[in-house]
């Protein structure tokens, strides 16, 4: 393929002859997608990656290309336009800006019936987007980093699950141990970056699991360490804490300092079912907000009326029992619904257990965004509290018919691991 940027700067900046054969300046192999594929397939990829152009084929053969404008120009307000607006900023000011469209496309996305999965990457990809860009505009201040290394993100980022309502979590993979100057370096970066998504809407860590922290700023060697001391000498504060840690992803730098770590850990937790017992019995501590006679237990966070978390009650506990199923088969993926369809492929799951598992989190999600949804459009700020009253008949009941089912996996977990 050869775009009118592909001809601006690898012929015309570069002084290329224009004599030269074209196919010296053409991105060989380029992405491409199935003419059957989704428009949103389309549009995750060419944010991810930043792509403008992609072919489409059919059966191997080319049959046209989709371009950013297309998709941009059948919706005002879009995700994809609101990546390419970011990456074209040069302030954290300018940033701001952006980040005050965020209500109202993710309202947008919900309204429009979008799938929660896909919901849940593209508002992951935006945080991604506006990371990247910090990330970006700090190397420009500072200078060319002087070590190799990888910006990660943990948790519901690194699952690519995101909603409206989220903190940061992240930290720094180095190449090696850094020298003084060059430990000072990462610690201005860090410092650039974490405050920069803390003015854009993410709210710093409460358990300061950021790259501010130095803790979580250290050389491949050394968050080695860290996972060696989760898993041989587990407790349950510790276990607690590290489970965030096997929910990692890289949004920028060296890809493979993160492969490295992941390929460890998860190798090393397969390994210890010690501590995957430690990591069970803290899964068990998330139970879905049933009560006798499976009525709903509501909760209060202090500043609103009562509801059912769904976000600590609701998802976190299927969360939690799928990792445990990614530890158990050295899983890397971190995003929930990957890991349901590679650990039924390995036989892990059976299939009606895996299909179940997904539905819940599915309803679970989705009644917990077109709250959110509801929430922001009417001024408010999103929660993850959602008080039962406000669902009709049938979604109660599709509701507790979701719960049970994690109450039933939980059950077996404890069974496996024999958790009393």
Known sequence: IVTDKDLRQRVLAAGVNSNEPIARVMTEKPESLDADASSDAALLLMMRENYHHLPIVEEGRPTGLVTAGDILRSQSEHPLRLVRDI?????????????????????????????????????????????????????????????????????????????????QDNGIILEREPEDTEAEYFSKLSESVCDGLDRLGYVYCPGEVMALNSRWRVSLDKWKRHFDGWIDEPEPKSVMHSSIFFDMRCVHGATE????????????????????????????????????????????????????????????????????????????????????????????????????????????????????????????????????????????????????????????????????
Request: aromatic residues 6%; contains cysteine; hydrophobic residues 40%.
């Open 87 to 167: 990456h074209k900023k040069n302030t954290v000011e300018q940033l701001v800006v952006m980040s005050r469209r965020l209500p109202s496309l993710f309202e947008r996305m919900v309204n429009l019936g979008r799938d929660v999965r896909q919901i849940g990457c593209m508002v992951t990809l935006i945080t991604d987007a506006f990371t990247v860009r910090l990330l970006q505009l700090a190397e420009k201040e500072l200078g060319p980093p002087p070590l190799s290394y990888a910006w990660i993100v943990f948790g519901s980022q690194a699952r690519e699950e995101q909603t409206a309502r989220t903190d």
């Open 257 to 420: 300092l993160v492969d490295q770590l992941l390929e460890y850990a998860t190798e090393r937790a397969k390994s210890n079912r010690i501590f995957r017992r430690f990591m069970a019995t803290n899964v068990l501590t998330h139970r879905p907000p049933l009560g006798f006679f499976r009525r709903f237990v509501q909760e209060d966070d202090g500043s609103q009326s009562e509801g059912l978390n769904l976000k600590h009650r609701g998802i976190v506990p299927i969360t939690d029992l799928v990792r445990m199923r990614a530890l158990e088969g050295g899983i890397q993926s971190a995003n929930t619904f990957s890991r349901i369809e590679q650990a039924a492929a390995a036989g892990m799951m059976n299939e009606q257990d895996a299909d179940s598992l997904r539905d819940a989190l599915i309803l679970i999600n989705r009644i917990r965004l077109e709250h959110q949804a509801e929430q922001m459009a009417a001024g408010q700020k999103p929660s993850n509290f959602v008080p039962p009253d406000e669902l009709s008949p049938l979604m109660r009941r599709n509701l507790k018919a979701a719960f049970m089912l994690v109450v039933e996996a939980q059950n077996a977990l404890a069974h496996r691991y024999q958790i009393h």
